[in-house]
């Protein structure tokens, strides 16, 4: 999975992707057939347990820089329920009579320096990366689960939610209105983490499915036209 965090891969799938970007297509978008290209159950459940974990850790540590009250409990709802999904994977994991942590370890290097690179230099860039990247994600993990075994999908079929977007968009866009000029610097910030989450979207596929684009143009297109429609909701161009 290393081979994926290259800076100038990921501007290339960014540039090549986000010309589906535009949500006035989003209606044509067919829903996703993922049957052939769902990584394996446990290599699913170790990805998604420990991309939880690493976004809990990292709201947790950007909640002390919230300029406000308000904007510190709004990045611990991000961070809590990063840790309720990790969670509630991690059951799932037991579940099946394996180790949660043996089945994380693969992915924790590539996973680590994603969330290096897409820290953010201060708080609103932060949020804004909890937002993007948990919000891309979660869209292709729900997806994903709809190909895994019925009793996996019926114990899971709520961890993948947006429960945490209203909050935040609420404080963001208040942050937003009370100093307009890092609006721009924040769109900016949110068309660099596509590319990044993307190669993390990508690597949570079967691995003979990465490299057939027109195969998986579809799952990149509904992606971006939610990813879209989430930045829409900021006031800030995708």
Do not use: C
């Amino acid at each position: 999975m290393v081979s994926w965090w290259n800076r100038k891969r990921a501007a290339q799938l960014a540039a090549a992707w986000l010309a589906s970007r535009n949500p006035k297509n989003a209606a044509q978008v067919e829903r996703l057939q993922l049957d052939d290209v769902s990584p394996e159950l446990d290599v699913f459940l170790g990805q998604a347990a420990y991309l939880q974990l690493s976004l809990y850790e990292t709201m947790g540590r950007a909640g002390a820089g919230a300029p406000t009250l308000s904007g510190r409990l709004v990045t611990g709802v991000l961070a809590t329920t990063a840790l309720e999904r990790h969670r509630s994977i991690v059951a799932e994991i037991e579940q099946m009579g394996e180790d949660p942590a043996e089945l994380m370890a693969p992915h924790r290097q590539a996973i680590d320096r994603f969330l290096e690179r897409t820290s953010g230099a201060d708080w609103y860039e932060s949020m804004l990366t909890g937002y993007v990247t948990a919000g891309i994600l979660n869209d292709l993990f729900a997806n994903l689960l709809r190909s895994l075994p019925a009793d996996v999908r019926q114990r899971l079929r709520t961890v993948f939610d947006s429960r945490e977007a209203a909050a935040v968009v609420e404080e963001l866009s208040a942050r937003i209105d009370e100093e307009p000029q890092v609006a721009s610097r924040l769109a900016m910030w949110g068309r660099r983490l596509v590319g990044d989450t993307l190669l993390v979207a990508r690597s949570a596929l079967a691995s003979h499915a990465r490299e057939d684009q027109e195969r998986l143009e579809p799952v990149w297109t509904e992606l971006i036209a939610a990813h879209t429609r989430r930045m829409d909701a900021l006031g800030l161009t995708a």
